[in-house]
């Protein structure tokens, strides 16, 4: 089952009123894009100028959408299901990794980083699928200004942060996991501010394999704790408009950090096996620790996983393209 702290299902979506003892109206007004030139600071902070969600999108239909293309994405790779939690879990570990590095390395603090990454288990496509280490450059920027959380609300007492829907919602489903689930339930800090977000760029990624993959790069605002990475781990949120370029599409993120098995769907057979033979070689050439046979697709998830990756980025680009039509 896919769930997050706050929400067990798509059908509870509909059960929210209120989020910090914010109102959804409240959120959503928010979560439009700072196009008229406001001045009041109290206003300012909580939003921004990419805006949270697209213009004529809903909070509750955004979060209804990401939902179904998590539960898309566990349907076409149902041996290894991914959840909003984990995938929340695997962008701190990559943060964290980066800041590791940097600590040990004693670099400044917006000195990009290179890692090693090896594709966490639960992120696999395929069955019994070993992958071989990628390296990931993630680079932190430092801003003067903070942005303030959506959901920030000075009038809420964090230490008393219980609003109506989560209360019952909780109560409906009790404690049936273990005792932590009351800790997220009743002390999620949502009063949070940052200054700074991290891009991640795939550097494994070929120049002959999907070229928007290798142009893709994740930027997270916030960090481990705070931000874009909170909003998906207690209520799997990514943020809206596909042009957004703080939204975290998790069908391409998950499929970023697949790197290896990005193929172009123009390619025959016998070059796409061609490619991974190649790469192989390469990787063996550099002595790499974790060398692994090759699992394929069968030729339904081909087009079933192209179609899934394609439509996103259809999204994403072409409406990128009315924008500047528009303007």
């Known amino acids: 089952m896919n769930y997050t702290y706050l929400i067990r299902s798509i059908e509870d979506i ?5 989020i910090n003892n914010l109102s959804i109206e409240e959120i959503e007004r928010r979560s439009k894009k700072i196009d008229d030139n406001t001045t009041d ?3 300012w902070r909580v939003r921004s100028f990419e805006g949270y969600l697209g213009v004529n999108e ?12 998590v539960e898309q994405w566990n349907q076409l790779f149902s041996s290894h299901p991914i959840t909003h939690t984990k995938i929340a879990s695997i962008l701190k ?6 800041e590791l590095n940097r600590q040990h390395s004693g670099l400044g603090p917006m000195t990009p980083i290179e890692i090693d990454y090896c594709t966490p288990h639960e992120l696999l496509l395929l069955p019994h699928q ?3 280490q990628q390296k990931l450059r993630i680079t932190k920027q430092l801003y003067n200004g903070f942005q303030y959380s959506l959901f920030y609300n000075d009038k809420k007492n964090n230490d008393n942060n219980n609003n109506g829907f989560f209360k019952r919602l909780f109560s409906l489903f009790g404690n049936h996991n273990n005792s932590s689930n009351d800790h997220y339930s009743y002390d999620i800090d ?16 070929r120049d002959d394999q999907d070229k928007r993959f290798k142009d893709l790069k994740i930027k997270i605002a916030g960090g481990v ?9 207690v209520m799997g949120f990514y943020e809206g408009d596909e042009t957004n370029e703080y939204r975290v599409d998790p069908i391409l993120l998950l499929s970023f950090l697949n790197a290896f098995y990005f193929y172009n769907v123009n ?29 394929t697709f069968n030729k339904e998830q081909q087009l079933q996983y192209n179609q899934l990756v394609d439509n996103q980025f259809n999204l994403k680009y072409n409406n990128n393209n009315n924008n500047n039509n528009n303007n």
Do not use: H, M
């Open 14 to 18: 509909d059960r929210i009123d209120s």
């Open 41 to 43: 600071a109290q206003t």
């Open 58 to 69: 809903s909070f509750k239909d955004r979060l209804r959408k990401d939902w179904q293309l």
């Open 93 to 98: 570990d990559i943060i964290a990794i980066c």
């Open 130 to 132: 070993q992958v071989i």
């Open 190 to 205: 949502w009063n949070k501010k940052w200054n700074y977000e991290y891009i991640i760029e795939n550097l494994s990624i």
């Open 225 to 233: 704790n705070e931000g874009i990475i909170q909003f998906i781990e």
């Open 267 to 295: 390619d025959n057979d016998n070059r796409r096996q061609d490619q991974i033979q190649q790469t192989l070689k390469e990787y063996q050439e550099r002595q790499r620790q974790y060398i692994y046979s090759i699992p």
